[in-house]
C-alpha cells in the first residue's frame, strides 16, 4: 500500500487508542520509517484537523537524542498519518520491573529529553510506560509528544471527559487546570514508581475511585516494595509525585541533576579481562578511534556545545553498543560530569 505515492506501508507493529502503527518506507530516500494512522473520528471536525497540523509542525522543530524525530504528518481523505522516525526496542512497560541500578540512567535521559521540549515550549501531557521506547543500546526515545493534547483537548471540550491515561495524571489536571511542566513531572513520577516497584502508585476498582487518590490518598513508599532502592532515588520519586504543582520539582533539569547525582554513587562495573568480541575489532586502529572520538566529545562538551556532544556520544553507541566507554560518555554528557 502506497501512500501519498511516497510512503509504503510494509507490516503493522501495533495498535492503541489513537491508531494503528505501521513500519514502512519512505521511498524518496528508501529510509525506514513507523507510520501511525489515527482513528477516523479524529478527523471528523475541522478544528480537530486545524489544531493537530498546527501542533504538527510545532512537534517536528524537537530534535533530541531522545525524542522520536516526527518527519511529517498529513491528511489523506478521511485519514490522518503521522511518519516518525522508526525505533527499534521494547517499551518501558514491557521491562517492569527494572532494577534501579538500570532505571537511573534511563530516567535521566527521559528527563534530559522532557527538559529540551519545555524548553521549546512542547508539553507531552502523555507519559506512560507505552510511550518510552529503550533500544538495544540503552538509549530511551520518548515517543507522541503533543498527540495526546491536541485531539485530547479538542474531544474534553466536546464530550465532557478527561483525556488521558488516568494512571498516571496529575492532581491538576483531573480538577482542570491548564497542565504545566509540573504534570509531565507528576506523570513521569508515577511512571519511575511502577517500573520500578512493580506497581502503579494508586490502584482502584474504578476511575472514579482512581481519581480520588490521585487527589486525596497516601502512598506507600518505594523502599516498602524495594528495600534496597537508594533514598536519593525514592525521594525524588516522592517529590515529584506531590499532589500541589508548586511542591514538585520546578523544571525536568532539576530532577535530572538530583538522579544523575544518584548515578555517580553507583558501584563502577569491573572491569572484565580483554576478550576478542564478535563484532569488534579489538586491534590498534580501533582503540585509537575510540579515543579520537571520546577526545572529540569531550572537546565538545567542554566548548559548552553539549548537545552536539550528546549527539555524538549518542550515535558511536548506537554504532558501537558494545563499546562501554561510549555508554559511559553519553551518560556523563547527559549529567554534566564530562571533564
Not at 8 to 36: H, Q
Not at 79 to 98: A, T
Not at 104 to 121: C, S
Request: glycine share 6%; with cysteine.
Amino acid at each position: 500500500m502506497l501512500i501519498r505515492n511516497q510512503y509504503k506501508i510494509i507490516s503493522e507493529l501495533g495498535s492503541g487508542g489513537m491508531g494503528v502503527v505501521y513500519r514502512g518506507v519512505d521511498v524518496l530516500p528508501e529510509k525506514e520509517v513507523a507510520i501511525k494512522k489515527l482513528r477516523t473520528d479524529f478527523s471528523r471536525t475541522p478544528e480537530v484537523a486545524k489544531r493537530f497540523l498546527q501542533e504538527a509542525k510545532i512537534q517536528a522543530r524537537l530534535n533530541h537524542p531522545n525524542i522520536a524525530q516526527l518527519y511529517t504528518c498529513f491528511q489523506e481523505g478521511d485519514d490522518f498519518y503521522i511518519v516518525m522516525e522508526l525505533v527499534s526496542g521494547s517499551s518501558l512497560n514491557k521491562l517492569i520491573p527494572v532494577p534501579y541500578q538500570r532505571l537511573l540512567p534511563l530516567a535521566v535521559q527521559i528527563l534530559d529529553g522532557l527538559d529540551y521540549a519545555h524548553k521549546m515550549g512542547v508539553l507531552h501531557r502523555d507519559i506512560k510506560p507505552d510511550n518510552l521506547m529503550v533500544t538495544e543500546s540503552g538509549l530511551v526515545k520518548i515517543m507522541d509528544f503533543g498527540i495526546a493534547h491536541v485531539l485530547g483537548s479538542t474531544r474534553m471540550t466536546r464530550d465532557k471527559v478527561i483525556m488521558g491515561t488516568l494512571e498516571y495524571i496529575s492532581p491538576e489536571r483531573i480538577i482542570g487546570k491548564t497542565p504545566e511542566r509540573s504534570s509531565d513531572v507528576y506523570s513521569l513520577g508515577a511512571v519511575l514508581f511502577e517500573v520500578l516497584t512493580g506497581r502503579l502508585p494508586f490502584e482502584a476498582d474504578t476511575e472514579f475511585e482512581l481519581l480520588r487518590k490521585h487527589l486525596e490518598a497516601t502512598r506507600r513508599k518505594v523502599r516498602e516494595f524495594v528495600p534496597d532502592c537508594p533514598e536519593g532515588l525514592e525521594a525524588a520519586i516522592d517529590r515529584a509525585l506531590e499532589k500541589e504543582p508548586g511542591d514538585r520539582y520546578a523544571t525536568c533539569a532539576e530532577m535530572r541533576d538530583a538522579l544523575a547525582a544518584e548515578v555517580a554513587k553507583l558501584p563502577a562495573v569491573p572491569a572484565r579481562q580483554a576478550t576478542p568480541v564478535q563484532g569488534i575489532d579489538w586491534s590498534p586502529k580501533q582503540r585509537r578511534q575510540t579515543a579520537e572520538t571520546l577526545r572529540k566529545i569531550a572537546a565538545l562538551y567542554q566548548s559548552a556545545d553539549r548537545r552536539e556532544a550528546v549527539s555524538l556520544a549518542i550515535k558511536s553507541l548506537e554504532e558501537n553498543p558494545r563499546i562501554t566507554a561510549f555508554q559511559i560518555a553519553a551518560l556523563c554528557c547527559m549529567s554534566g560530569r564530562l571533564g
